[in-house]
Structure formats: structure tokens, C-alpha cells
């Protein structure tokens, strides 16, 4: 753990509104010059209004104000941070300690404010942050606000690590398989620190969640872990409870999931509700089934267990003979419907054969960013895996609301829980799920991925699109990928342990079993 630093000092006659530049999950310190019995107004919070920091931002943006009586002469007050209460039972009993390091209660905040004061104010922020080399990885193109997309979900990976595990936001300060997904992921491309991705998993798979498609995501996340990290080390512990995760005790007759498939595990499809929009739900549904071809899959990979293969394959020719109807997959058995998220998992998970790509491609161009922040993983990447570079590139770099400029126009320096309060009016600005530029950048624009543990076999397939010039350097446990790519053109500089091949996906066949 480690404390960022940062004073400000002025003189106050009345007012003043101190920036700290980027939210942090911190504490506040002020000195004061007192004649003593002065009642002094403080706040700290995430968002401005009007010149002050903001009393009633929406959702669960932080605010918190309290009132110090001064002491004669020069003195230093601690601000008191109240407590930290998960508006849910199950949360506040599970959401992740305090770091020892704080020495008491964090919040994020970006602003402090003084009022009812004249005088000299010294206000330092003691910010805190996980073992994180900033200079680890870089990303940096033609093409400014990509760049600015990058760092921006870079150091929402780095500050909302400071609990030592993924946690989801403020809200609620809990892991979940979700945001794990994509937290980790970006943390990967970013740093070479693996060590809150082996205890998030750990913390999950003893404490799994409600939404089916997000236990399903278990074998993916470990076999992300010991792509990057190297470690196999707790694969065999691991492997009971990612066999409980693929839910295979509750198919049906159809060798599929049944809708809500066990009392406390429910298809989600997407988060937040609104997010769904025309999803039709029926007995069995597309979305939880596609996850279970990853999970199966997934497991293959890390066992090398034909079994796995081939319960992947049933699920997925199941799926085909029961959603795929009249040439369009559907979101359930019984509906004639075919939503965004059917059709981005559909091809995220290799349902689709070789054929049908093309309509899927033209329905995913079709419907823009109409999912959630989560979701947009797995759109950006469907898009890079079927052709569509330069939709993903559009989307990651667009101005509307459903974008990350958008996040930061509305001044989150920190990725939020949704697009916009419009959509989710509960939310917090302090969520890394919606980092997913920060993977899908160096993963498929750059195109650096590994093939087998610990970056052995890695694939460079770049995708730019419409980015002329980049430089990115992957930082592995085995030294730097250093990749430079102009106009059509890249080098590739890797540790000697480290051997450049093709993509598992590709003519050469597939990644090695971990």
C-alpha cells in the first residue's frame, strides 16, 4: 500500500475550494490558525456545483461536511470521515477491509472546501493507492483522446485497487465476478502485480454471486490470472470450486440452463435493469447459456480435459437448434427476438458458424454502444474478433452519452457504474468495470496477448483502424513487450523468455493447456 501526498496552501478570506485534480480514496488533514471557539465549515465530495462542492450529487457520489470548533493559535485537524455502510445486509458483511495503512475511515473525494474561515488553510489529502508502477505500461498513439481514454481507465484501475481486492464501487466496496472480469484485465495491461487478482478470485469463488451469467465467469477469470501471471500454483485448490461454478447440475432436458436456474442464482443478461431494453425472457435464455460455452471452454483450457471440449460443443449446438431460428439467434426458446447482448455474446463466445457472422456484424453496426459499461467488454472485443475495428474504435473514442468522453466531460476522473444517471440514478463514479478501453486497447487494437502462462507464447496482431502510429509497452512478469506500430508497419521487442507466435485462433492451432 502506498500514500499519495498532496498539500495545498492559501490564503482564505471566507471561502475557498480546494482541487486535489483526480478522486482518491483518501483522507483529509487541515491546519488552521484559530483564536479559538471559531466554528469552521469543511466538506470533501466528488463533483462541483456552482463554484462549491456539490451537497446533492446524484447517486452515490460521495459528500460528507462536518463542523470543527477551532483551538487558540495554530493547529491541525483531522477531518472525520463517517463510517462506511453498505446500503445492503449482505455487502456490509462481506465488502473488503480497511487497508491497515489508512488508520481509519477512506472516501473518495476529488474536492475540499473551507467556509466561515480567514486565514492561512493548509489542506493535505492523504490519498491511497495499491503497490502500482505508474511508469509499468504506456500506451500512447496519434490520436490524443484515445490516449486520454487509456490513461483515464489506467488510474481508475489504479485507484479503486486501494482495498486490496476488485472491489465494485463505493457503494457497496464488494467483489463481484463482473467487475472482476474487467478490472482484472485491465490491471493486467497496466501493471505486473498479480497479487489482488489471486485474492479476488479466491474471495469469489468462496463467496460466489447472485447473477448466473457472472458465476460462469469464474474459468475465465482464472485462466486470464495464469495467462498473465505465470501462476499455477493455486489451480489445483481452485479447480472444486470452478466445477460448482458451471452450474451443471440444473440443465434441463435440452442440456441447457433453465431461466433462474436455483434459488439465489438468476439470469442477469445485463446491469443496470434499464440496460436490457427488448431482452425477452423466456425458459431458457441465450445470454447465461452463451457464458456457460466460455466457462466450458475455459475449463478446457486450463485442464487440457477433452471432457470440458466437449460439453462445450453440446452447449453450444443446443443452443443453435434451439435459438437459432430463422436465421437469427434469439434471446430465449420461446422468443422470435434478437437483442444486442444475444448478438454480441453470440459472437464473443464463437456461437455463430462462419457464415452468419456477416448479419450479426451489420446488427452490431446497427446498434452502437445499447448495452451497459460491463457489456462494452465484450462488444469491443466481439467487434476486433469479427472484423469490426473500426466500430470498436468508434466506439471507444465516441461523444455521446453512452461514451467514455462522456464520462469525463461530466468531470469523473474516476470510470462510473453506468453511463449516466439517466440510466442508473443510484450509481457511483468510482466503478473499474467500465474500464474496458484499458484492456481492449493494448489486447486487440495493439494486439498483445498471451498465448500460454506467463506471456512463454504471446500473438501481436494489431487492428488499428483508423490509428496511423502507437506505441505500447506490455509489462510482463518476464520484463516489457514493447510494441511500435507505424502506418501498417510494427516492431516487436520481447524478454528472451518470451516467444512471439500466432494467435491460438489462428492457422497454428491452439494456445497450450495451462
Known sequence: MKTAILRQEKEVDGFQLFDFEKTAFSRLTVVLDGGGGEQVALAVGE???DGAVDPHPPGFLYYTEQTVTLRPGLHEYVF??????????????????LPPQTGGEIAPFRYAQIKNYRGPVRMTRLAFFPDFDDSAAAFESDDPGLNR???????SVKATA???????????????????????????????????????IDFLLRNPNWPTEWRLLMPLLVRDYILYSGDVTCLESWLPALQESLLSRFLNG?????????????????WPRLERRDYEFGP????????????LNAMWELTGTKYYRDQAGAVRSALRRHMLKN???????????????????????GIPEPAEQSVLRSFLRSRGMDCSVFAAQFLLDACYRCGLADHALRLMTDNGMRSWNHMLEKGATITT???????????????????????????????????????????????????RKFYLRQLTAQGPIIVEYDCGKYAVHAPENCRLTEDGNGSKGENEHV
Not at 481514454?149 to 488510474?155: A, L, M, P, V
Not at 442440456?255 to 436456474?261: E, I, R, V
Request: net charge negative; with cysteine.
Open 417 to 467: 457504474e453506468a453511463w449516466d444517471e439517466s440510466i442508473m440514478p443510484n450509481l457511483d463514479w468510482t466503478h473499474a468495470w467500465a474500464t474496458a478501453p484499458g484492456n481492449v486497447i493494448v489486447r486487440r487494437l495493439c494486439g498483445v496477448r498471451p498465448l500460454s502462462p506467463g506471456f512463454k507464447t504471446f500473438t501481436v496482431d494489431p487492428a488499428p483502424a483508423g490509428i
Open 162 to 200: 486501494c482495498f486490496g481486492l476488485y472491489v465494485d464501487g463505493q457503494r457497496e466496496r464488494l467483489p463481484y465476478e463482473a467487475d472482476a472480469y474487467v478490472n482484472q484485465l485491465t490491471h493486467f495491461c497496466c501493471d505486473a502485480s498479480y497479487t489482488i487478482a489471486r485474492d479476488t
Open 80 to 97: 472525520p470521515i463517517p463510517e462506511h455502510h453498505s446500503p445492503y445486509e449482505k455487502s456490509q458483511a462481506l465488502k473488503a477491509p
Open 149 to 155: 481514454i487509456w490513461e483515464f481507465c489506467k488510474y
Open 47 to 49: 463533483k462541483t456545483r
Open 327 to 349: 436465421g437469427k439467434f434469439v434471446d430465449s426458446t420461446e422468443s422470435g427476438h434478437q437483442s444486442l447482448q444475444t448478438a454480441l455474446y453470440a459472437l464473443f463466445f
Open 254 to 270: 435440452n442440456g441447457l440452463l433453465p431461466k433462474d436456474p436455483a434459488p439465489g442464482i438468476r439470469d442477469i443478461v445485463d
Open 284 to 295: 431458457a435464455n441465450f445470454v447465461p447459456n452463451s457464458f456457460r460455452v466460455g466457462a
